[in-house]
């Protein structure tokens, strides 16, 4: 006898999924965005500077312009950019020519890569007492109104202890190889690899105790800029 059943329903396909789109498709449009915003950024923190150089408050420059605070909070934080109108009235306003508005933007950006060896060997106060200083590099007057200076710092047998450095800044100590005792005003600290130490670089300082030798650490030093 023929069944009374109805026929199975046919299984159903599954969806055809589109290939992914490799991960490393890069959008052209988003680097012209971001040269854009770069630009808008480094116009923000001239105007801003100029601001500050003048002593004038956000309103104070509103009244003097005649454009509206929202406005020119958002040029200083680079979230719009300024027509050159907009660049001439704030020109007048600082006495200053329109170009000056974007030098942060042409501005060479330094950089520098030292190849493992070829750091140099340099003289410094803990020179006589031993201690080796290699700069790890250096960046003259730049726009960030800050000096660095990196340097690995070696102790050896023949190194003598030397607690007394004292210069501007502040300086950051990474232990890296060895073990001392590193005093600081009226405090001792004892670093091991992986130690670190930030200090206020006024105070009197250096390895007081060389407790496991040779020692290395890396100084990193920062004062303002004359």
Known sequence: MPSNRPAPAPAPT????????????QDPHRVRELTERNL??????????FRHQQGMTVAQLAQVTG???????????GMTSPSLTTLQILSHA?????????????????????KAGD?????????????????????GSNSSGVVVEPYLITLTEQSDIFP?????????LYMLEGEVKYRHGDQLFYLEPGDSLFFDADAPHG?????????RYLSVISYPQA
């Open 94 to 114: 600082f006495s200053t020519p329109i170009t000056s508005f974007f030098r942060g933007y042409e501005e060479r950006r330094e950089v520098q890569h030292v």
């Open 119 to 139: 750091h140099l060997e340099i003289e410094r106060r803990g020179t006589r007492a031993g201690h080796q200083y290699n700069l790890l590099g250096h960046i």
């Open 164 to 172: 007394a450095f004292q210069h501007d800044g502040i300086e950051l």
């Open 67 to 77: 454009l509206s605070i929202g406005m020119l909070s958002k040029i200083e934080n």
């Open 40 to 49: 808008e950024n480094a116009i923000g923190r001239e105007v801003r500077a």
């Open 207 to 215: 390895p007081e105790v060389l407790v496991k030798l040779p020692a």
């Open 14 to 25: 599954a969806p055809a999924i589109s290939p992914a789109k490799p991960a490393f498709d």
